[in-house]
């Protein structure tokens, strides 16, 4: 079995807006070229009486809880009961989900929250994808362009795959726990209840149940850990 691909790596519900968007994909970092259109045609759909248009392309629900100094960049769709704290920067191409939490300082761009996904305290994410229940620790970045501007690659283990793509964050899959100040660098994917340890730098990627330790070294994680 192929770990990395889409119908693989993420544990969909099968009901989300987006699912055909996943679908659609064989590798999940496939969908961050479409997360844009995606946002841009579901937002006008959404029902008045639940979404709020509050600015050309911005949608929020109206029971989203929306402090002061938060700064929307259309088009994104900010969605039931999402918490989005002060000075919180949503800058264009931003789906976020039911239940999640975007912190006080947190930049957002291209990116996915499906639901129940908390980045709350000064963390940037981009040209990514958070599944369910995902969390990232306090000041932890999804890096998503290589310093030598060349294009991303994904590496497992011993596999290496060109993405194709100049920007590309990282693939968070359900439950899986970023530890606070840890980079992940671009391509990294995070397998489901996966678990990165506070300020490692996270250059490949982490299996499903596994640990990524401070040294690099990649763990499988002891049962009821």
Known sequence: MDRLLTRNFFNLKGNE???QLFMDSLYPWEILSGIGT???????????????????????HRTAKIADYVTFLG????????????????????YAGPGSVIGNSTELKNVILTGSVEVPHF?????????????MGAGSITSNLRADKGPVKV???????????RKFG??????????CNAVLNPGTMLGRESL???????????????????DGSISRKRAGA
Request: include cysteine.
């Open 38 to 60: 995606f946002i841009s045609e579901l937002g006008p759909a959404l029902s008045p009486a639940d979404y709020e248009k509050r600015t050309e392309g911005v949608f929020v």
């Open 170 to 179: 990282a693939m968070i899959s359900e439950h899986a726990e970023v530890g």
């Open 196 to 214: 990165v340890y506070p300020l490692s730098s996270v250059r490949v990627s982490v299996p499903a149940f596994h640990i990524h330790k401070n």
């Open 75 to 94: 088009p994104c769709i900010i969605g039931e009961g999402v918490e989005v704290r002060p000075g919180a920067f949503i800058r264009k191409n931003v």
């Open 123 to 135: 963390n940037y994410v981009g040209d990514s994808i958070l599944s369910y229940g995902a969390h």
């Open 17 to 19: 807006p987006f699912y």
């Open 155 to 165: 590496r497992l283990g011993e596999r290496e795959i060109e993405s194709g793509l």
